[in-house]
C-alpha cells in the first residue's frame, strides 16, 4: 500500500516550457487534491476532484490544468511555465460518503523551479 | 464563508514550556476537524482528528485537541514540547456542506533547546 505517490520529486523547467506532474493514489479514494506551497504561505488549493471524470478549481487555477480520468490518477499539467510557477506541489487524497470522510493523505511533494 | 484561521503565524518556545496554538472555523454547520504537521523539508502528516463524540482528542507524539462548539475553536495542545517538535502546523477543515478541506495559514513553532 503505497498511499500518494507523486512524480518527479525535483524538476527544473524554463520559462515556457511544459510538463505534467504525476500523482496516484492506491486507497480507492474519490477525492483528490492539488495544492501548493510557497515559503511562509501555507497551503493554496489549484484544483480538486470528487471523482472520475469530475474536475473543479480552487484558489489558484490559473496557468495549470487536470484531469482525472481514472480514480487513481490525477496528474497536473503546466502549460507555459512562468517564474510565479515556482513552488512545492502536493498532491493529496482523501474517502467521503455523505457524512463521513477520512482525512487528507498526502504525497511527498514535487519541487519545480522555473529559471 | 467557510475559512480556517491561525492567529499564531510564529511560536517560539523553551523545551519542556507547554504548547497550545490557536485554530478557529467559521460557522458553516457541521464539521470535522485535522491538525497536520510537516517538518522541515517534508510533507503534511496527519496528527489527529475530530469527527464526533468525544470532542478532547488524542493524537500522536502527545498531542491533543479540544473540540469546543460554542467557541468554533480546535485548538491544539502538547503540555512539554521538545525539540524534535519543530515544525509547521497547519488546522483543517471540512464542511459537510461543501467539497474542500480547507487549510488554515499554517504556524511555525520553534524550539530552543
Known amino acids: 500500500n503505497a498511499g500518494v505517490t507523486q512524480t518527479p520529486k525535483f524538476r527544473i523547467l524554463k520559462i515556457g516550457q511544459s510538463m505534467t506532474l504525476q500523482c496516484a493514489q492506491d486507497m480507492n479514494h474519490n477525492y483528490m487534491y492539488w495544492y501548493r506551497q510557497d515559503p511562509g504561505m501555507g497551503l493554496k488549493l489549484i484544483y480538486y476532484s470528487v471523482g472520475a471524470g469530475i474536475t473543479d478549481k480552487g484558489e489558484v487555477p490559473n496557468g495549470y490544468n487536470v484531469s482525472r480520468s481514472t480514480t487513481e490518477d490525477f496528474p497536473l499539467r503546466l502549460e507555459l511555465a512562468a517564474p510565479s510557477q515556482t513552488s512545492v506541489y502536493f498532491c493529496?487524497?482523501?474517502?467521503?460518503?455523505?457524512?463521513?470522510?477520512?482525512?487528507?493523505?498526502f504525497g511527498q511533494g514535487t519541487r519545480l523551479t522555473v529559471v | 464563508a467557510q475559512s480556517v484561521s491561525q492567529h499564531n503565524h510564529h511560536v517560539i518556545l523553551s523545551e519542556a514550556a507547554s504548547l497550545e496554538l490557536g485554530c478557529n472555523y467559521s460557522y458553516g454547520g457541521t464539521v470535522n476537524l485535522f491538525w497536520y504537521v510537516q517538518y522541515p523539508g517534508q510533507h503534511l502528516q496527519l496528527l489527529l482528528k475530530?469527527?464526533?463524540?468525544?470532542?478532547l482528542v488524542k493524537g500522536i507524539k502527545g498531542f491533543e485537541a479540544e473540540f469546543i462548539k460554542s467557541k468554533f475553536s480546535f485548538n491544539l495542545r502538547k503540555p512539554s514540547v521538545q525539540w524534535s517538535d519543530t515544525a509547521e502546523y497547519f488546522c483543517a477543515v471540512i464542511y459537510s456542506s461543501a467539497s474542500k478541506i480547507i487549510f488554515g495559514s499554517g504556524t511555525r513553532l520553534s524550539i530552543r533547546p
Open positions: 475530530y469527527f464526533s463524540g468525544d470532542p
Open positions: 493529496a487524497s482523501s474517502y467521503r460518503q455523505g457524512q463521513g470522510a477520512t482525512e487528507a493523505f
